[in-house]
């Protein structure tokens, strides 16, 4: 478990092809065939695929559940929305900013390194404390990570602008871009589940003791996971914010950790090409049941508002799939492993 | 400060802690048996302050208002069994957080639907909400009702688990569920058993819960599943002394922050509260209390 695993690099290598390829047929047909509003959504799409990679490399990997994965999610697109507005902007809508934060005006690779860096700092101090506590314990201690973000996000008004949010941000992220980044992601993650380090992380969440036995450092390598994990979202979350153009704290919670977590459950948690599937499949059903849960006119019949109904139905396909097949939709399984001669070795 | 509210905020938090020491014990009884927590455990206390909310609301009297919640809360916790946990049983141990989590949000989402989204006020009887005059300490009424409930719920949850043949089938269970069996007890009996002094437990709470914020939201169930969590953690997984020790501890930490901090931090009391506590998991992973296997009362 000490060295670099040819066969276990092969198979990263389909899966990342099989999966690349799908995701740039999405991206043309998004950039060629749609229109600038269907292709925020494509945008968004890729962007969400990258962020439920990036909680699986954690997830996955370790066996741990995180409920504090948005948490980072929010700090880097606060961050990175910061660092890009420009001055002007900053100076009329947040007129508390230090100085030095309000004259920032960075382009699109500055501003998400803004945002990482933010995160990185973040998930140092949360990953020490989470690394070492009993499993069963972190998925409380995650959501309470997640409470204390949102509430400092929610209230500290002179940074953030409060409970209204940030508005303004400039557009700088269209398919190509987030194109890019989802397979920046998609191929850290496989290289990282590939790698010692991930191979020891699988190792620890099968059987901690018996890992420690062989002389497996398991808070180091479950602090590894956390911040690969955790730099890999922060990524994801900045782009996504030069996409959204607005957003507010609200965003940044609960239906959120669990729309990104459905995604993560469904597609099932050992694998990347789970992550990506389960993405699509929470995509395409909330596109749906949008129109349902605003309320829907026909003619002169008309639906009344059904708040939540795409929620309602994430939960119930969750249920569905735990008790059909617990592991998810992929199970373990990657799209290589599926393939012909794709070298499957789990 | 001066005594006088320095008593104040003793009652304050002793009656505060006897909700969260409620609830901690709720989530631990099922910790307990099947080493699980439970994830849709605050729909509990929405469920029952709804069902005692839209009962006071329709003109009935609190007694029955009060045994509606009763009934709804438990059956909520028992239905959480048969579809969160039951087709679980041999699933890995994160298949149940995410189908009890699901089972949450089912419920906030039917009940936004169903009810409204809005919150459901609640009319608290005058009685309740009196504030008594001793010397110069002025103590609500319902403080006092709050400690008075908890402690005949826990003596009563005490005595249920040292003294019935099912408590100490219980006990039994949670120090060895195999052995158990083998004695005899059915395993999905005892689960069940688990699951409804769970819910009762969780009820008791909600009421007290509802009464003291006065409304019924779609989202409610969160802050006291949080409290719960926190509190059973600090006293030490599955370990029930432990669990009411980390409700009083808890509320005793976000009472005094309230009291002590500078007005300006005041809306960072629970961000500042669960810092705190993550900072004392790093140095005590495990919790205070010891982690005790199989001593549950």
């Not at chain 1, 998400?112 to 690394?131: H, N, Y």
């Not at chain 2, 009935?60 to 069994?81: D, I, K, N, Q, W």
């Not at chain 2, 069996?181 to 819910?199: D, E, Q």
Request: proline share 4%; with cysteine.
């Amino acid at each position: 478990m000490n060295r670099w695993s040819t066969l276990r690099l092969r198979a990263a290598a389909v899966t990342f092809a099989a999966l690349a390829v799908l995701m740039l047929v999405v991206g043309v047909v998004g950039e060629t065939m749609l229109g600038r509003s269907d292709q925020r959504v494509v945008v968004e799409f890729l962007l969400t695929a990258g962020m439920v990679i990036a909680i699986q490399c954690f997830v996955g990997n370790s066996g741990i559940i995180s409920f504090g994965h948005v948490a980072f999610f929010g700090l880097a697109a606060y961050g990175t929305a910061l660092a890009a507005i420009p001055a002007d902007v900053k100076t009329d809508a947040l007129p508390a900013l230090p100085d030095s934060l309000a004259s920032l005006e960075l382009g699109l690779i500055g501003a998400v390194g803004v945002g990482v860096l933010v995160v990185t700092v973040f998930a140092v101090a949360t990953g020490a404390p989470f690394s070492r506590m009993d499993v069963s314990v972190v998925p409380m201690a995650t959501l309470a990570w997640l409470v204390v973000i949102h509430a400092v996000i929610n209230r500290w008004n002179g940074l953030t602008g409060g409970p209204t949010g940030i508005s303004r941000v400039p557009d700088l992220v269209g398919v190509p871009q987030a194109l890019v980044t989802v397979l920046f992601i998609t191929a850290v993650a496989l290289l990282y589940g590939a790698s010692p380090w991930g191979l020891r992380l699988q190792a620890v969440r099968e059987d901690p003791v018996a890992a420690a036995s062989l002389g497996i450092p398991v808070a180091l390598t479950r602090f590894i996971g956390w911040m690969v994990s955790a730099v890999l979202m922060a990524v994801g979350g900045g782009m996504w914010a030069l996409n959204a153009l607005a957003f507010s704290p609200a965003q940044f919670f609960f239906a959120e950790t669990f729309a990104l977590l459905a995604m993560l459950v469904i597609g099932g948690l050992g694998s990347v090409t789970g992550a990506v599937a389960g993405a699509a499949a929470i995509t395409v059903l909330s596109q749906l049941l949008r129109d349902l849960e605003n309320g829907l006119s026909i003619g002169t019949l008309s639906l009344p508002a059904l708040p939540g109904i795409i929620q309602l139905a994430t939960a119930v396909l969750i249920l569905g799939v735990l008790i059909w097949r617990p592991g998810g939709a992929f199970g373990n399984r990657e799209i290589g492993d599926l393939l012909p001669r794709g070298g499957r070795v789990k | 400060m001066s005594l006088t509210l320095l008593t104040q905020q003793l009652i304050n938090a002793l009656s505060l802690g006897s909700i969260y020491a409620l609830l901690a014990l709720g989530l631990a009884v099922v910790f307990s048996v099947l080493g699980l927590l439970n994830f849709a455990y605050g729909e509990i206390v929405t469920v029952t302050s709804y069902g005692v909310v839209l009962c006071v609301a329709a003109g009935a009297p609190l007694f029955l208002a009060v045994v509606v919640g009763f009934t709804l809360g438990a059956l909520t916790s028992l239905v959480t069994e048969a579809v969160a946990f039951r087709p679980m049983r041999r699933a890995p141990a994160y298949a149940v957080v995410f189908s009890s989590f699901a089972v949450a949000v089912i419920i906030q989402a039917t009940i936004r639907n169903v009810i409204s989204p809005r919150p459901q006020g609640i009319a608290v009887p005058a009685w309740l909400d009196r504030v008594l005059s001793l010397g110069t300490i002025r103590v609500p009424v319902l403080s006092l009702i709050t400690i008075a409930i908890a402690a005949v719920a826990m003596v009563a949850l005490s005595a249920l688990l040292q003294r019935s043949r099912h408590g100490i089938a219980m006990q039994a269970a949670a120090q060895d569920f195999q052995a158990t069996r083998l004695m005899g007890a059915k395993a999905g009996n005892l689960i069940r058993l688990a699951f409804l002094i769970s819910g009762v437990l969780a009820a008791v709470a909600g009421l007290l819960w509802v009464m003291r914020v006065g409304s019924a939201t779609p989202g409610m169930g969160f802050t006291p599943l949080l409290q719960a969590f926190v509190a059973v953690v600090l006293g030490g997984l599955g370990n029930l002394r432990g669990a009411v020790a980390g409700g009083f501890a808890l509320a005793f930490l976000e009472v005094s922050l309230q009291v002590f901090l500078p007005n300006s931090l005041v809306p960072f009391v629970q961000a500042i509260t669960l810092t705190l506590i993550i900072v004392l998991l790093y140095f005590r992973p495990h919790g205070f209390g010891r982690r005790v296997e199989g001593r549950l009362a």
